[in-house]
């Protein structure tokens, strides 16, 4: 069973930092482009950053570029997210997702989801 696990998440003031990670097991993602999403009480699904299979390209929102570091690990079959300066506004629940294959999709256009993990930012 393929399951896509994100920790890390938490209550944070503004200004400080968090770093999830994302945990794939069941099969391998080496091949496979991730991302990272989040959704926010009452609004839609939100893109923030996504990573080509092999780490060499990265995209991100621009909510959240400069304060946002999305990386993967492949041996470890990990992809995290650093996010720093954070805000008030970035409170919401994080998902990973897994793409079908190692280039990045468009839109929410991703194969497997986690659960989430929640962050909210005190101000």
């Known amino acids: 069973q393929v399951q896509l696990v994100e920790s890390g998440g938490g209550l944070v003031q503004a200004g400080g930092s968090l770093r999830l990670s994302c945990a794939a097991s069941?099969?391998?993602?080496?091949?496979?482009?991730m991302g990272w999403f989040r959704q926010a009480p009452g609004k839609e699904r939100e893109f923030l950053a996504a990573?080509?299979?092999?780490?060499?390209?990265?995209h991100y929102a621009d909510s959240v570029k400069g304060r946002f570091a999305i990386s993967r690990d492949n041996g470890k079959n990990t992809v995290d997210l650093q996010m720093n300066s954070l805000k008030p506004e970035d409170t919401a629940v994080y998902y990973c997702?897994?793409?079908?294959?190692?280039?990045?999709?468009?839109?929410?256009?991703?194969?497997?989801w986690g659960q989430g993990t929640q962050v909210t930012v005190s101000s």
């Open positions: 069941g099969r391998t993602f080496s091949s496979n482009a």
């Open positions: 997702a897994a793409a079908g294959g190692p280039t990045i999709p468009t839109g929410d256009e991703y194969d497997y």
């Open positions: 990573i080509s299979w092999s780490g060499g390209y990265r």
